[in-house]
T-cell receptor, first 112, second 115 residues
Framework: GQQLNQSPQSMFIQEGEDVSMNCTSS?????WLWYKQDPGEGPVLLIA?????ELTSNGRLTAQFGITRKDSFLNISASIPSDVGIYFC????????????FGKGITLSVRP | DTEVTQTPKHLVMGMTNKKSLKCEQH?????MYWYKQKAKKPPELMFV???????INESVPSRFSPECPNSSLLNLHLHALQPEDSALYLC??????????????FGPGTRLTVT
């Protein structure tokens, strides 16, 4: 099935740095969700976005719903070692029983 | 509380075995989901239950049989699986299936190995 575009596949940053990752699509989505997954665990919902242009924060995380409805970005400020994991974006087109479409995920590594 | 629980955490089964995966949520959510996830890949949707009725089956082989006994419980019955079915099986739930009710909360998963 269709996937959202997330790249690069892996990112390596130094502890304390900020990092930004984005998610793009060729079609419009009405909802964007960002998840983080640790090894052997289920994805944890970080931020949900519902309106074009919406900017939402959750602690050191900030995410935005793109104006065109075809993209979203997630920013992590002042990274710490526990930020390591796989970050997935997911979009929903809307309407009852509309499925989530996931990106391939970005693996984030944080060097102490 | 946004907790979804899954049992067992790990499961090893032979190709002729019958086993079941269990999922439970007490958030009053009316939609529940089964996903399959291979290593370093995103979750792949298998089934969706909405108000205890099966609403989506993503053409999953019949060796996987879902069941929703009530609004809090979701089972996945497994029979005659193949080694390629080895994966992390995730359960998720959401308040509803559209708009702001669609935030899906995942359980920790069951790591299934088919030998």
């Amino acid at each position: 099935g269709q996937q959202l575009n997330q790249s690069p596949q892996s990112m390596f940053i130094q502890e304390g740095e900020d990092v930004s990752m984005n998610c793009t699509s060729s079609s419009i989505f009405n909802t964007w969700l960002w998840y983080k997954q640790d090894p052997g665990e289920g994805p944890v919902l970080l931020i949900a976005l519902y309106k074009a242009g919406e900017l939402t924060s959750n602690g050191r995380l900030t995410a935005q719903f793109g104006i065109t409805r075809k993209d979203s970005f997630l920013n992590i400020s002042a990274s710490i070692p526990s930020d390591v994991g796989i970050y997935f974006c997911a979009g929903q087109r809307g309407g009852a029983n509309s499925k989530l479409t996931f990106g391939k995920g970005i693996t984030l590594s944080v060097r102490p | 509380d946004t907790e979804v629980t899954q049992t067992p955490k790990h499961l090893v089964m032979g190709m002729t075995n019958k086993k079941s995966l269990k999922c439970e949520q007490h958030m009053g959510h009316r939609a529940m989901y089964w996903y399959k996830q291979k290593a370093k890949k995103p979750p792949e949707l298998m089934f969706v239950y909405s108000y205890e009725k099966l609403s989506i089956n993503e053409s999953v082989p019949s060796r996987f049989s879902p069941e929703c006994p009530n609004s809090s419980l979701l089972n996945l019955h497994l029979h005659a699986l193949q080694p390629e079915d080895s994966a992390l099986y995730l359960c998720a739930s959401s308040q509803g299936t559209s708009g702001r009710t669609y935030e899906q909360y995942f359980g920790p998963g069951t790591r299934l190995t088919v030998t």
